[in-house]
């Protein structure tokens, strides 16, 4: 009886412990950012594959991210550190593959969300070219910048967007981004999403694109997603396709 009583004390503490817990929100796998950090003291992988088709005339040119990692962990409460690489590969008449460029940055909470006022946050960070390979080494260190807004609207639909400029690191010339993503929850553990978004150059052509996915919830810390998406001008990527696992690791 006794043996009982311990172990029962033990599963209450442990489910009070998961109700204190934060939700998972993850930056994955829409393009839009959230407006929200990591709990203090807490990593977070976001990791997944990516296969992007384009064409260019008659020449099919296939782009793959065998592995996009996204390291999120909080020093502060509201101020995570990110570090984030990925392994890279192209197929155009011949193929080529190697690491991207070394990403680090930081998000940090600016206000709650409250009423009509919307949570923000502001996240930025640099690329380095001396960490990529060969093939995916750009001319000049990479940056970019964002604000994140997010609003939830009822209990299962939310509205998020993104505008910030970003560097590619072959010019000195900026691109502003801009995203719109509308959250619904399904059920508990599943949600879905649909996406637009786009990046507009000082000069030369913009991007525009739409995607949607979805995102299932096995644990508190655990999730899984899928999503796909497409160009719509010929500047875009015509397709491409996307799945990935998104973890927190307690405190």
């Keep these: 009886m006794k043996q009982f009583l311990i172990v029962a004390c033990l599963l209450f503490s442990l489910a009070i412990s998961a109700q204190d817990k934060p939700p998972l929100v993850t930056d994955r796998p829409d393009q839009t950012e959230s407006a929200v950090t990591v709990p203090l003291r807490s990593l977070q992988v976001?990791?997944?594959?990516?296969?992007?088709?384009?064409?260019?005339?008659?020449?099919?040119?296939?782009?793959?991210a065998y592995n996009t990692t996204l390291l999120r962990y909080g020093i502060l409460n509201q101020l995570e550190l990110r570090l984030g690489f990925e392994y890279l590969g192209d197929k155009n008449g011949y193929s080529t593959s190697g690491f991207g460029p070394l990403y680090t940055g930081f998000k940090i909470k600016i206000t709650e969300e409250e009423g009509w006022k919307p949570g923000m946050a502001f996240l930025t960070g640099l690329s380095f070219p001396f960490t990529a390979g060969e093939y995916y080494k750009?001319?000049?260190?990479?940056?970019?910048?964002?604000l994140a807004f997010a609003h939830t609207l009822t209990e299962t639909f939310?509205?998020?967007?993104?505008?910030?400029?970003?560097?590619?690191?072959?010019?000195?010339?900026?691109?502003?981004?801009?995203?719109?993503?509308?959250?619904?929850?399904?059920?508990?553990?599943?949600?879905?999403?649909?996406?637009?978004?786009?990046?507009?150059?000082?000069?030369?052509?913009?991007?525009?694109l739409l995607?949607?996915?979805?995102?299932?919830?096995?644990?508190?810390?655990?999730?899984?997603?899928?999503?796909?998406?497409?160009?719509?001008?010929?500047?875009?990527?015509?397709?491409?396709i996307s799945f990935g696992v998104s973890y927190r690791l307690p405190e």
């Design 138 to 146: 750009p001319e000049y260190t990479a940056a970019d910048m964002r």
């Design 46 to 64: 976001e990791t997944g594959f990516l296969l992007e088709q384009s064409t260019s005339g008659s020449v099919l040119h296939k782009s793959f």
């Design 158 to 208: 939310s509205l998020s967007y993104n505008l910030g400029a970003e560097w590619n690191g072959e010019s000195a010339i900026p691109g502003y981004f801009y995203s719109v993503a509308a959250g619904i929850g399904i059920t508990k553990s599943v949600g879905m999403f649909v996406e637009s978004y786009g990046l507009i150059p000082e000069t030369g052509q913009p991007e525009h």
């Design 211 to 240: 995607d949607a996915g979805f995102t299932l919830l096995l644990l508190a810390n655990l999730q899984l997603d899928i999503s796909g998406g497409i160009g719509l001008n010929e500047q875009a990527a015509d397709h491409f």
